[in-house]
């Protein structure tokens, strides 16, 4: 599945900042979506996910400050980043998965499909 990031930028802390992940059609339907991040020096972290029946899963520390949508085209998915803090500042990577995508992800697991990533940096 290809996957193309877009919307990054640079914010101040507070702020809001729109992701879109373009894929291909019906994509946002047939798979699991999601995003995670990495920032300089940390883990990779899922952060936010919505799997095929519609379930959606947050990491702990963007709960009620992030959300996660899908497009009716069924072909972008979103995440709305809202009061964002120094902490988000990272690279966020649009993921998507045939099977399953609910965060915490098991250890050691992984989204079988990557974008190459769109860097947010909150001052």
């Known amino acids: 599945v290809q996957l193309v990031e877009s919307g990054g930028g640079s914010v101040q802390a507070g702020g809001a900042l729109r992701l879109s992940c373009t894929t291909s059609?019906?994509?946002?339907?047939?798979?699991?979506m999601g995003w995670f991040r990495q920032a300089p020096g940390k883990e990779r972290e899922g952060v936010a996910a919505i799997d095929r029946e519609g379930v959606i899963t947050y990491l702990d520390s963007v709960k009620g400050r992030f959300t996660i949508s899908k497009d009716l085209d069924e072909k972008t998915l979103y995440l709305q980043m809202t009061d964002v803090k120094p902490e988000d500042s990272a690279t966020y990577y649009c993921?998507?998965?045939?099977?399953?995508?609910?965060?915490?992800?098991?250890?050691?697991?992984?989204?079988?499909?990557w974008g190459q990533g769109t860097q947010v940096t909150v001052s």
């Open positions: 993921v998507a998965d045939p099977w399953t995508l609910r965060l915490p992800l098991p250890v050691g697991s992984s989204p079988r499909d």
């Open positions: 059609p019906y994509t946002t339907h047939r798979y699991c």
